[in-house]
């Protein structure tokens, strides 16, 4: 069992930045690919960033060029840098982990962005 806990979401205007981290509980984190997925209300839950074991990392078409994902395996966190925030990217952000068929979420942070 992986427990993984989010934190940093919070308010910010339009052009900010935030940086959300997610804590996982696993001494064995480093092996698990982790993503981050936002849900905005009566949407689906979306990939916006992922970044595999290896350190490879891939983007959603909309936060290409803002958003940077980035992993400390020796901390167990993985983080997701956020800038130029438009009030589209207001939603709840999760993180998820996975190994093999093992999946994991967290429990969501809420990233609001407005003026």
């Known amino acids: 069992q992986v427990q993984l806990v989010e934190s940093g979401g919070g308010l910010v205007q339009p052009g900010g930045s935030l940086r959300l981290s997610c804590a996982a509980s696993?001494?064995?984190?480093?092996?698990?690919?982790m993503s981050w997925y936002h849900q905005a209300p009566g949407k689906e839950r979306e990939l916006v960033a992922g970044?595999?074991?290896?350190?490879?990392?891939s983007y959603a078409d909309s936060v290409k060029g803002r958003f940077t994902i980035s992993r400390d395996n020796a901390k167990n966190t993985v983080y997701l840098q956020m800038n130029s925030l438009k009030p589209e990217d207001t939603a709840v952000y999760y993180c998820?982990?996975?190994?093999?068929?093992?999946?994991?979420w967290g429990q969501g942070t809420q990233v609001t962005v407005s003026s």
């Open positions: 998820h982990a996975r190994y093999l068929s093992w999946t994991y």
């Open positions: 696993k001494s064995i984190f480093s092996i698990y690919d």
């Open positions: 970044i595999a074991s290896g350190g490879t990392t």
